[in-house]
């Protein structure tokens, strides 16, 4: 029997990038919340300093900061013929667990996505007509317009400090940015970091093939910055340990750096960590939520009533618990009927490599999470897809995040994978290599979606989220052609071997690719089709809003969390202006 505790406010299931805004902001406004988050605390002092936090055994290979996969895993398989079984170990994304969630393990790249994203199915049949896409397909728009999510970006960007050129403010092209990126309110709070000289390399050969080179927006900061909620960050210092790692010098956009000090200040605040949250509570009608049921690390179970329920966890996990909760149709790849689960997407990466001779000093350990030097001509909708006959398309960049000596061990083709040879090898080849990233989008297909498993169930007796994906063979396409591309840029690098790998079928859980796991409970403007509408508010529970990259309807090839931090934004001033004025259905 659950122990009904006094009822709040707002309750936010998750206490990373979105929950942290959220809960602070509503806390500020007055309301009573409660954040409940399954891990543990953790803070800048004392847990992320050095030399701790510089274990790449425990961080990096053992993956210390993501969730516990032997209490909660998800299965997975690439078609619906095959059985799925449980992910024992975190390879192909990374979730997070405790406080600040996988924004403190992230690597802060941040961009915004493109105007044509947020309309992509009408830009696309727009453009290229219905019949273009492959009959598997089934983009959406989201409900949503860029022009709309704009304060929004810049908000989160300010929030964060990221540091970058702009490309387009207000329409106008600016020199030294992205010529391709949506228009912008205002330059970006801090300037780009530094390039380094592998990024000076790619540069120097995409300026001679008719590109347009640009510094990597970063959330890892170029100097020292105040943002508009009074905390202060610092400069980044190329330490080398930044993705998968929590940062230790205030200069990593974390939700510790920039926004959670402030909750945690406030007396309408209340975190609890070690709440494993078991579902959303609904009322006899099933249109309202009354609270939340949660286990403590104790064991004990209670139930939190609430008048607004925001569901703020990591995007696969906001669609196991909507399913374990019971709101929304779940969705049927056989009938294409349900909502929930429908239109998961992920990235579509490949590669590129450059070997040098050893008069080429590159010195990848001095890197941060986003210093790279990329192009956007072959991003999204910058090119004509036309002759192609494929939609969407990946940005190319000189972007090596680390050197460490266990992970980073490149080796041209021909080399024996073990032995005296081996060693040679990597170490002839260690400072000597750049490495292409070939960042792709990842169209959503009626067979790649979410459920619960029938089989498998975690550690407190419910069902594990069942996963099944593969890459659309639209998107092998794509990444065949953008790979072709950063190969003749990796071949004016003036190396001495280029190895260009394009992504090829099927995926592969043991092998890591990014932390971008989209979709399942997506945003759009029919019930039908979605299910949150433009606002992430939930269409069956009106007191219920799902918030993350879990409302892509697809997903573009730029990393998520600019968008991700955009949307939190939007959600929470529809929340404030217009949920709490009036509750119940927004339109």
């Known amino acids: 029997m659950a122990t009904k505790l006094k009822p709040v406010d707002v309750v936010t299931i998750g206490v990373g990038l ?15 919340v409660v954040g409940l988050e399954r891990g543990q605390f953790r803070d800048t002092v004392p847990d992320f300093q050095s030399p701790n936090m510089h274990d790449e055994l425990r961080f990096a290979v053992r993956k210390g900061l993501t969730a516990d996969n032997t209490k909660e895993t998800i299965t997975a398989r690439n078609s619906v013929s095959e059985t799925a079984l449980p992910m024992r170990r975190w390879d192909s994304f990374l979730p997070g667990s405790g406080v600040g ?4 393990h992230w690597n802060g790249q941040t961009f915004r996505y493109q105007v044509a994203d947020f309309i992509y199915k009408t830009h696309i049949e727009k453009r290229y007509g219905k019949k273009f896409i492959d009959s598997d397909l089934r983009i959406q728009d989201w409900g949503v317009t860029y022009d709309e999510l704009e304060p929004h970006f810049d908000r989160f960007e300010y929030l964060c400090g990221t540091s970058g050129t702009a490309g387009n403010i207000k329409g106008k092209t600016q020199p030294g940015g992205n010529p391709f990126e949506a228009w912008r309110s205002r330059p970006y709070p801090t300037p780009a970091q530094k390039e380094t000289y592998f990024g000076a390399l790619f540069r120097k050969a995409a300026v001679e093939l008719g590109y347009h080179p640009y510094p990597q927006p970063s959330s890892n900061l170029s100097q020292p910055y105040t943002n508009p909620e009074g905390l202060k960050m610092n400069t980044c210092v190329f330490c080398g340990f930044c993705e998968r790692f929590a940062c230790e010098h205030y200069a990593k956009s974390s939700p510790q750096t920039m926004i959670l000090p402030l909750a945690l200040k406030n007396p309408n605040y209340e975190l609890r960590t070690g709440a494993q949250v078991l579902r959303v509570n609904l009322d006899s009608t099933k249109k309202k939520a009354t609270g939340v049921t949660y286990i ?10 609430a008048d607004l329920v925001l569901v703020t966890a990591f995007a696969v996990n906001n669609t196991r618990l909507m399913l374990l909760s019971g709101i929304g149709k779940p969705y049927d790849p056989h009938t294409e009927q349900g909502v929930v689960g429908k239109n998961y997407a992920y990235q579509t990466m490949s590669n590129a490599q450059v070997f040098y001779d050893e008069s080429v000093n590159i010195n990848p350990f001095m890197a941060s999470g986003a210093n790279g030097t990329m192009i956007d001509d072959f991003g ?12 969407g398309g990946s940005y190319i960049g000189a972007i090596m995040t680390h050197g460490r000596p266990i992970e980073f061990r490149p080796t041209p083709p021909g080399t024996p ?19 292409l990233n070939i960042h792709g989008s990842s169209t959503s297909s009626r067979w790649n979606y979410l459920d619960l498993d029938p089989t498998y169930k ?19 396409r794509m990444a065949a052609f953008v790979t072709e591309k950063a190969k003749k840029i990796a071949e004016r690098m003036g190396g001495k071997t280029v190895v260009a790998t ?34 992430l508010q939930s269409w069956d529970v009106s007191n219920v809003f799902v918030v993350g990259a879990s409302a892509f309807p697809q997903n573009s090839c730029y990393n998520p969390t600019g968008t991700v931090g955009a949307l939190t934004y939007w959600a929470l001033e529809a929340i404030k202006n217009k949920y709490f004025k009036s509750p119940g259905a927004l339109v």
């Open 101 to 104: 969630g996988a924004a403190v």
């Open 502 to 535: 394009p992504r090829k079928k099927s995926w592969n859980t043991s092998v890591y690719q990014t932390t971008h796991t989209t979709g399942g409970v997506i945003m759009g403007n029919d019930p039908k089709t979605s299910a949150v509408n433009k606002y």
């Open 458 to 476: 975690d550690a407190w007796g419910l069902p594990l989220l069942r996963m099944t994906y593969d890459f659309p063979d639209n998107d092998i």
């Open 296 to 305: 403590d690390s104790a064991g004990r179970e209670f139930e939190q009533p």
């Open 417 to 435: 994978s073990w032995g005296l040879e081996w060693k040679k090898a990597v170490a002839k080849h260690y400072n000597h290599t750049v490495p």
């Open 18 to 32: 979105t929950g942290s805004i959220l809960g602070k902001e509503l806390a500020a406004s007055g309301l009573k």
């Open 380 to 391: 999204g909708e910058n090119f004509d897809h036309g002759p192609h006959k494929f939609i």
